[in-house]
């Protein structure tokens, strides 16, 4: 916990077994010693306390040598070492259960219970060339696939054969998280890879494939969610609204500007394969012959996107989370993905005919794809005019046109021929950010947005969009709306505001 303590639960009925505080700093690594004698927990205070669980967690060791916090603990097979790794880079042994320092000399041919440690010989291939010692953020080994799961800072979850000894070892990739993969972990009966998102607060379930699945055995609806790596690319290269509550204005405060964005990893990778110098003939590790699929995505974006969920036509539920749209079949208990995007889904549409799906990404250039719920496919991609990301989309009745609406400055708003890939018309929407778009059923070239203390009435003319402000009766100042719909009558809006109440009129707010 970030006070320093931490708690053991039965499994059986998660009760209490304990509670111990003997550390300020918060703990982020803690594992049970292979014969369940022993608790090694470390802290952001640079110790490791080993505890005996028989005498009900009474502290009986302690490993000192860190000089930064703890980042990962192993124990060896036959529990009495124990090796750690810190923040500065360091990786330490110590001897069970009185914390002794050990050398590294003395656990040559050690065998280990688990491998979750960055640093060593046995995971020196997995580190791209020039990368920081923050760069991969978890490991977790598999002894009896001879296997290693990675998770680093650039959202990607990797497969390398384990040990992985020579620099530039080959491997797999696989996408779908959006942010740093803040953990990796196997599952006790090695058969699944958990792996947790920061950012994008989910959890992937990714399934361990044999080699004889891969090469075509009886598990063929395999769906290409991996990128196979064995190739140059392995190389190591405050609000003033007073209405709005805690939430709303921690979204105000959001801001998707990026130092470096997905999309620009392409040409920094191929920059630096063009500077760094050519190595003889050294021969790199080559990849696993096993690999992962996406499984499960637990997890649902709702703290900053709104209208993001969807029935499709056959009865299934549509939503996003990180960088993966969601297909679920609630009868069967399944997930379909698309994979499309490199980086946030912000914004999900629905086609009138319930059949195609957009999804708006975060960016510099961000894209809109345009695909198929059913073979997840993508028909178009749409970009070249917003900036940093799209908040809002949504499809015109007859199903030809899409909104689009960006998170830049100005809000920009942008009605697209989704077929052709064409911009039809384009507008500044609002300095305030918009937080729905939503086109006229009845009337093509029509359409309404709503967010911070305003809502338009827009019409398609010629090559732009004109606008009319929604007027608030009986208000002293405009409010914030949070939603907004069309009614059976085409000049009938209902919206929703940030006070729960909701107001409805012909083209105003009453």
């Given amino acids: 916990m970030k006070d320093g303590s931490f708690t053991v639960l039965r499994v059986r009925d998660m009760t209490e077994v304990v509670h111990i505080k003997d550390r300020k700093e918060v703990i982020h690594e803690m594992k049970f010693s292979p014969d369940g004698a022993y608790l ?8 490791v306390d080993i505890y005996a669980v028989a005498q009900r967690y009474k502290k009986v060791g302690e490993c000192c040598k860190s000089v930064s916090f703890i980042t990962h603990l192993d124990w060896s097979l036959d529990s009495k070492i124990l090796q750690s790794n810190d923040g500065a880079g360091q990786r ?6 009185m914390g002794k320092p050990v050398c590294k000399e003395e656990t040559k041919g050690q065998c280990w219970a688990s491998w979750s440690g960055v640093l060593g010989s046995e995971v020196v291939g997995i580190w791209p060339k020039y990368s920081r010692l923050t760069e991969i953020n978890a490991v977790d080994a598999n002894h009896a696939a001879a296997v290693l799961v990675t998770g680093d800072d650039l959202g990607l979850v990797k497969l390398f054969r384990f040990p992985s000894l020579r620099k530039g070892a080959k491997f797999k990739k696989y996408i779908g998280h959006s942010a740093h ?3 990796v972990r196997w599952s006790h009966d090695l058969q699944w890879v958990l792996t947790t998102g920061g950012a994008d607060h989910a959890l992937f379930q990714w399934r361990f494939l044999p080699e004889s699945v891969l090469n075509g055995g009886s598990d063929t609806n395999i769906q290409d969610s991996h990128g196979d790596s064995n190739s140059e690319e392995s190389d190591s290269d405050v609000s003033d609204v007073p209405e709005l509550d805690s939430d709303i204005e921690q979204e105000t405060q959001i801001y998707y500007d990026r130092q470096v964005y997905k999309e620009d990893l392409p040409q920094l990778q191929q920059q630096s394969r063009e500077k760094k110098q050519q190595v003889g003939s050294l021969k790199r590790q080559r990849g696993p012959d096993q690999g992962l699929r996406l499984q499960f995505v637990h997890g649902y974006r709702g703290y900053d996107c709104r209208n993001n969920l969807f029935y499709t036509q056959g009865g299934e539920v549509l939503y996003h989370v990180a960088a993966v749209g969601v297909v679920y079949n609630r009868q069967q208990h399944s997930q379909r993905f698309y994979l499309g995007h490199d980086d946030d889904i912000l914004s999900l549409g629905m086609h009138p ?37 799209v908040c809002a989309l949504d499809f015109s009745a007859d199903g030809k ?34 937080f729905v778009v939503k086109c006229n059923p009845l009337l093509m070239d029509k359409l309404v947005t709503v967010g911070i203390k305003h809502i338009q009435f827009w019409q398609h003319a010629g090559g732009g969009l004109t606008y009319r402000r929604g007027a608030f009766r009986g208000a002293g100042r405009p409010e914030t709306m949070m939603s907004v719909c069309y009614g059976r009558a085409e000049a009938l809006v209902f919206s929703g505001a940030a006070t729960e109440t909701f107001t409805s009129g012909r083209k105003r707010c009453c």
């Fill in 401 to 434: 046109s899409l909104v689009s609406v960006g998170v830049d400055d100005g809000h920009s708003i942008v009605v697209w021929d989704w077929k052709r890939g064409e911009k039809l018309a384009t507008a500044r929407g609002h300095k305030e950010k918009i």
């Fill in 353 to 389: 005919l319930k059949d195609y799906a957009a999804t708006g990404q975060v960016g510099r250039d961000p894209a809109v794809h345009v695909w198929d719920v059913q073979t997840l496919k993508c028909l178009s991609l749409l970009r070249g005019f917003h900036q940093r990301g």
């Fill in 181 to 183: 993969v803040t953990n």
């Fill in 40 to 47: 090694a927990v470390g802290s952001n205070d640079g110790l």
């Fill in 92 to 97: 330490l042994f110590y001897r069970m259960p």
